[in-house]
């Protein structure tokens, strides 16, 4: 009885991802550490203590939901999508962000805000995973296919029309990646991808808004609007080049505690952390991300079925993309989007959608089933 019972611990010591759990609980307090230097200038704190806030919450919800069979979610799958197509066009009637940003992203409950393409990630991840399963064995057949894009289509169709090009974008690469995984033939893959490149300058001309045009514009020569929209991207990469290798300091930074680095604890905090922690800090900042992102792929390969191998591969494509994106656009290589750096950027539903989509992956590894006779429960 007590080798039964050693035996069962040993299974649950190891499924526990304690690793991954750890080394995101670090990247957002790391991140809480920049906002704090970011916002000084503010003469207040309320930003880092809404991230601490919303910490504390996402990483009680990644363990909770660690512990809870992802498998169950099969059940939940209607409901999610329809919650999911709720929340997108509840945002389009009452949503607001219109002014500041040029787009209507987000819905305010009182002090609270809530940014609906965030949590509508997790959502996507869980029931485009379940699609990919039951669909898998006839994935190459034109009417599967269509289904699988009209499942996006409906999301990002919705968030076009907030409009947010850099979420939709994400939901893209999230959708190219896992047809990838689910082994789309090449047939269709080459096509589509023709067909994308053709469509850049009729999506540039037709579907962008002023704003999103100004981006791409400005993101192509910066200097024609230096005091404009060129100004976020001048001003980004002086910072993160005047940290040269060693950084000015924690709190020392010039660009961004004089002021003239535009967002430093959103858009541009990995800039902000460049500037005061120098290419050492960066550099092991980068590396750490991507640790986390491999995490999220490696748990996909030893999943024991392929609804957690999506889920997994979803969210590893979703981490993959906001940090080749923000810290692309923080160096002027990548359009400005407004995609957060996963843990780091300020925002209660970042942090707590990343912590979410954390906490399926260690679901995922906790409730893989024993894989030899050795391992009993």
């Known amino acids: ?12 010591t190891r499924h526990f991802d304690w690793f991954l759990l750890i080394l995101t609980l670090l990247l957002s307090a790391f991140g809480i550490a920049a906002i704090y230097s970011a916002t000084r200038t503010l003469d207040t704190n309320v930003n880092a203590i809404v991230q601490t806030v919303s910490l504390v919450i996402g990483a009680a919800l990644a363990i909770l939901l660690c512990f809870f069979d992802y498998e169950q979610f099969k059940n939940l799958i209607k409901p999610i999508y329809v919650f999911c197509v709720v929340i997108l066009v509840l945002v389009l009637i009452i949503g607001t962000g ?3 940003w040029g787009a209507r992203s987000w819905i305010r409950i009182g002090p609270v805000g809530i940014q609906p393409s965030e949590i509508a990630k997790i959502c996507f991840i869980i029931t485009f ?5 039951i669909a898998e064995s006839k994935i190459n057949k034109p009417l599967t296919i269509l289904g699988l894009i009209l499942h996006l289509a409906v999301i990002v169709g919705l968030i076009m029309l907030q409009p947010d090009l850099g979420s939709v974008l994400v939901f893209v690469f999230m959708f190219i990646v896992l047809l990838f995984v689910a082994k789309i033939s090449y047939k269709y893959i080459i096509p589509v991808l023709a067909l994308g490149v053709i469509s850049v300058p009729l999506t540039y001309t037709y579907l962008l808004s002023e704003y999103q045009k100004q981006r791409i514009d400005v993101f192509l020569n910066p200097e024609s609007d230096p005091t404009g929209g060129g100004w976020h991207v001048i001003q980004s990469k002086l910072a993160v080049g005047s940290g040269q290798l060693w950084g000015s300091g924690y709190l020392k930074g010039i660009q961004t505690q004089m002021g003239w680095l535009p967002t430093p604890y959103t858009d541009f905090i990995f800039s902000t952390i460049s500037e005061e922690w120098g290419f050492i800090g960066a ?20 999943s024991d079925n392929t609804f957690g191998r999506y889920i ?10 906001h940090v080749f994106e923000n810290i692309g656009m923080c160096i002027g290589l990548m359009p400005v989007t407004g995609i957060p750096l996963p843990f780091i950027t300020y925002g209660g539903s970042s942090i707590l959608t990343n912590l979410i989509a954390v906490g399926l992956v260690m679901s995922v590894e906790y409730h893989n089933k024993p894989r030899s ?3 009993v429960y």
Do not use: P, W
């Not at 995973?129 to 399963?133: A, D, F, I, N, V």
């Not at 590396?287 to 390969?301: D, P």
């Not at 997994?312 to 993309?321: D, N, S």
């Open 373 to 375: 006779a050795i391992d």
């Open 1 to 12: 009885m007590n080798n039964r019972q050693i035996s069962k611990k040993s299974v649950i």
């Open 312 to 321: 997994c591969t979803g969210v590893g494509a979703m981490f993959l993309f």
């Open 98 to 100: 219109e002014g500041e």
């Open 283 to 302: 550099t092991v900042l980068v590396i750490a991300l991507f640790v986390m992102i491999y995490k999220c792929f490696k748990a996909a390969q030893r």
């Open 129 to 133: 995973s379940y699609h990919l399963q």
